[in-house]
């Protein structure tokens, strides 16, 4: 088993883009080490030869033309906006 | 008139034929829900000037000879359903203001049959986990006992059917999430085939496992909300092109030679006393109405929980990556840059189950971690996937208790998360294999809190399902799914 540690956690919180604050980080990485033990289980089982189930309906995606509908409106769409200018969203700097 | 006793049918059938008004029906509802909000909390949002409109308008379309399924019919609806012009919080605070300028495919066919789009109801936020304690809005208590919860995560859309706040409500399936709370609150709840139902306007958690069902009181209830919002939906490319049944048609109490599959595995050490007991006293009433009863095997039961919690945490890892502060919802502010606004936006909107989740999905699903986790709990789901499909050779349907306890206490298990992921031990298999399965009241224990017991059924056998169902509630004369049922 991956060895779970406070380094581990970090790491995976920045690919997550989440941030722990160092007093949450122990209580945290515990239960995470935990959840992880639990799973561990899976490795009694011999699936070499399984294919993956990623998808129930695999034999049944269903296919429907390719036609132009009304879309929602822009000022629609926007008005859930943090911040908005004009047409679009607005964030904070991107490049220095 | 007791509006309160009326199903579904009645309330349409009586506004249709003008003996009642949909205002009578939709006021007595909105009185019920706000006098035991305080002790339910069931619900998130409770908008009456829009129910009133609702009313307004739909009292205008039956002077035009307006005829409907669901004829005035209020349904509460779980938030991380959208409803246009309706906040839909999915009880988070990263989505507190959200109003969706659409409705999802489910509220839109609610409303095409008469439907009045009633309150959205409390729950686990995100739909992650099993006693409605993780919401931003406080947990939501067990009418049965208010000290306990009243299981998760579709916790508000059960409550609301067993304290009489609604008479019919949609709740939302990953693992468990309609089943788990039907079976502690009392109530009917069932997860359709995943497919049947159109996820379009469903919040997504785990993709490959969500799916909208009904909660009711009676099986017909039951079918008859399952048929008008079952069906294929352009707007999701995972939902089927297939006959849509009118189950409440198609209900039949006749199961004679009906096979009954009883799995082994669903009656280990850990499931208390009376659910046992009150599951065989069930099983001997089908062996009364004429049911072939054979004991069978799902053998990798067990393994439900540890590949679940890869698969729909990884799946929710992905479709939580939108939040982030940009199109809606909340937005951390005094942040220096773009990337700064993603996490704190994230660190302060999420709570910690969730970020719990979406860690171990990003876990799950990283490189160096891919093939001994999420690929390896993708294989481990074909071999539960198979013991359904096996099973289902042998046998109509299975029966075994939903839930492995009655309702805890709340704060019992906030602390440990796989002592709260294991109380979803009977449900996730069944997500998993993307077969339909119902819970239906099965008696008391001797704390006098309901006992569930679930029916599952193979691909597209949601008949057969009701069906056994009906025999059954017919059989022992109704189901009791309210401590107010008689008042």
Same mark, same amino acid.
């Given at each position: 088993?991956?060895?779970?540690?406070?380094?581990?956690?970090? $790491?995976?919180?920045?690919?997550?883009?989440?941030?722990?604050? !160092? *007093? %949450?980080?122990d209580d945290?990485? /515990?239960?995470?080490r935990?959840i992880?033990?639990y799973?561990e289980?899976?490795?009694?089982?011999?699936?070499d030869?399984?294919?993956?189930? $990623?998808h129930?309906?695999?034999?049944?995606?269903s296919?429907? !033309? *390719? %036609?132009?509908?009304?879309?929602? /409106?822009i000022s629609?769409?926007l008005?859930?906006?943090?911040?908005?200018?004009?047409n679009?969203?607005?964030?904070?700097?991107?490049?220095? | 008139?007791?509006i309160k006793?009326?199903?579904?049918?009645e309330?349409?059938n009586?506004i249709?034929?003008?003996?009642i008004?949909?205002?009578?029906?939709t006021e007595?509802?909105l009185k019920r829900?706000?006098?035991?909000?305080?002790?339910?909390?069931?619900f998130?949002t409770?908008?009456?000037?829009?129910i009133?409109?609702q009313?307004?308008?739909?009292?205008?379309?039956?002077?035009?000879g307006?005829?409907?399924?669901?004829?005035g019919?209020?349904?509460a609806?779980k938030?991380?359903?959208c409803?246009?012009?309706?906040r839909?919080?999915?009880?988070s605070?990263i989505?507190?203001?959200?109003?969706?300028?659409?409705?999802?495919?489910?509220?839109?066919r609610?409303?095409k049959?008469?439907?009045?789009?009633f309150g959205?109801t409390?729950?686990?936020?995100?739909?992650?986990?099993?006693?409605?304690?993780t919401?931003?809005?406080?947990?939501?208590?067990?009418?049965?006992?208010?000290d306990?919860?009243?299981g998760?995560?579709?916790?508000?859309?059960?409550?609301?059917?067993?304290?009489?706040q609604?008479?019919?409500?949609?709740?939302s399936d990953t693992?468990?999430?309609?089943?788990?709370?039907?079976?502690?609150?009392?109530?009917?709840?069932?997860k359709?085939?995943?497919?049947?139902?159109?996820r379009?306007?469903?919040?997504?958690?785990?993709?490959?496992?969500?799916?909208?069902?009904?909660?009711?009181?009676?099986t017909?209830?039951c079918?008859?909300?399952?048929?008008?919002?079952?069906?294929?939906?352009?707007k999701?490319?995972?939902?089927?092109?297939r006959e849509n049944?009118?189950?409440?048609?198609?209900?039949?109490?006749d199961?004679r030679?009906?096979?009954?599959?009883v799995?082994?595995?669903?009656?280990?050490?850990?499931?208390?006393?009376?659910?046992?007991?009150?599951i065989?006293?069930?099983?001997d009433?089908?062996?009364?109405l004429?049911?072939?009863?054979?004991?069978?095997?799902?053998?990798h039961?067990?393994?439900?929980?540890?590949?679940?919690?890869l698969?729909?945490t990884?799946?929710?890892?992905?479709?939580?990556?939108?939040?982030?502060g940009?199109k809606?919802?909340?937005?951390?502010q005094?942040?220096?840059?773009?990337?700064?606004?993603?996490i704190?936006?994230?660190?302060e909107?999420?709570?910690?189950?969730?970020k719990?989740?979406?860690?171990l999905?990003?876990?799950?699903?990283?490189s160096?971690?891919?093939?001994?986790?999420?690929?390896?709990a993708?294989?481990?789901?074909?071999l539960?996937?198979?013991?359904?499909?096996?099973?289902f050779?042998?046998?109509?349907v299975?029966l075994?208790?939903?839930?492995p306890?009655?309702?805890?206490?709340?704060?019992e298990?906030s602390?440990d998360?796989?002592q709260?992921?294991?109380?979803?031990?009977?449900?996730?298999?069944v997500?998993?294999?993307g077969?339909?399965?119902?819970?239906?009241?099965?008696?008391?224990?001797?704390?006098?809190?309901?006992i569930?017991?679930?029916?599952?059924?193979n691909?597209?056998?949601?008949q057969?399902i009701?069906?056994?169902?009906?025999?059954?509630?017919?059989?022992?004369?109704?189901?009791k799914?309210?401590?107010f049922?008689?008042?």
């Open positions: 088993m991956a060895e779970i540690n406070k380094e581990l956690v970090k $790491y995976i919180a920045t690919l997550a883009r989440l941030e722990f604050d !160092e *007093d %949450e980080l945290f990485t /515990e239960k995470f935990r992880l033990e799973v289980q899976l490795k009694e089982l011999k699936v030869e399984i294919e993956p189930t $990623y129930i309906n695999v034999n049944y995606t296919m429907r !033309e *390719d %036609e132009i509908n009304q879309s929602l /409106e629609e769409v008005k859930n906006a943090p911040d908005k200018k004009d679009f969203f607005r964030v904070p700097r991107v490049v220095e | 008139m007791d006793k009326l199903t579904l049918e309330i349409r009586l249709e034929s003008r003996v008004k949909v205002r009578d029906v007595f509802y829900a706000k006098e035991l909000q305080e002790k339910t909390n069931a998130i409770l908008d009456e000037e829009n009133l409109n009313v307004e308008n739909l009292e205008k379309e039956l002077e035009r307006f005829k409907g399924k669901l004829t019919v209020p349904i609806i938030d991380n359903i409803t246009k012009n309706i839909t919080t999915c009880a605070k989505l507190y203001n959200f109003i969706p300028p659409y409705d999802a495919t489910v509220v839109e609610l409303k049959e008469g439907a009045i789009i959205k409390n729950m686990d936020e995100f739909a992650m986990g099993s006693s409605n304690e919401s931003y809005f406080g947990p939501v208590k067990n009418p049965w006992d208010w306990r919860i009243p998760g995560s579709s916790g508000g859309s059960a409550v609301a059917i067993s304290a009489i609604a008479p019919a409500s949609l709740g693992g468990g999430s309609i089943r788990q709370p039907a079976s502690l609150c009392g109530v009917i709840g069932m359709p085939t995943y497919g049947r139902v159109s379009y306007g469903l919040i997504a958690f785990g993709s490959s496992l969500d799916q909208i069902g009904p909660f009711a009181r009676t017909k209830d079918a008859l909300v399952l048929e008008v919002i079952s069906g294929y939906d352009p999701d490319s995972t939902s089927i092109n049944p009118e189950y409440s048609k198609g209900l039949s109490k199961i030679g009906l096979k009954i599959g799995p082994k595995e669903y009656f280990i050490d850990g499931v208390e006393e009376d659910i046992v007991v009150n065989q006293k069930a099983i009433t089908f062996k009364n004429g049911a072939e009863i054979y004991e069978i095997s799902l053998p039961t067990k393994y439900g929980i540890a590949v679940y919690y698969i729909a990884a799946e929710a890892s992905s479709n939580l990556a939108r939040y982030d940009v809606y919802g909340y937005r951390a005094n942040v220096k840059d773009l990337k700064q606004m993603y704190k936006t994230k660190k909107g999420f709570g910690e189950e969730v719990r989740r979406i860690m999905g990003t876990f799950s699903l990283a160096g971690y891919y093939d001994a986790y999420y690929k390896k993708s294989k481990v789901r074909t539960i996937k198979q013991d359904f499909m096996s099973a050779e042998k046998v109509d299975i075994c208790p939903t839930s306890t009655t309702a805890f206490k709340i704060g298990k602390n998360p796989i709260m992921y294991l109380s979803d031990i009977f449900t996730i298999n997500n998993l294999a077969v339909p399965a119902m819970s239906i009241p099965c008696g008391f224990d001797r704390k006098g809190l309901p569930g017991m679930q029916i599952m059924g691909y597209f056998e949601e057969k009701l069906n056994t169902s009906y025999a059954y509630e017919s059989a022992v004369g109704g189901f799914f309210s401590p049922q008689e008042e």
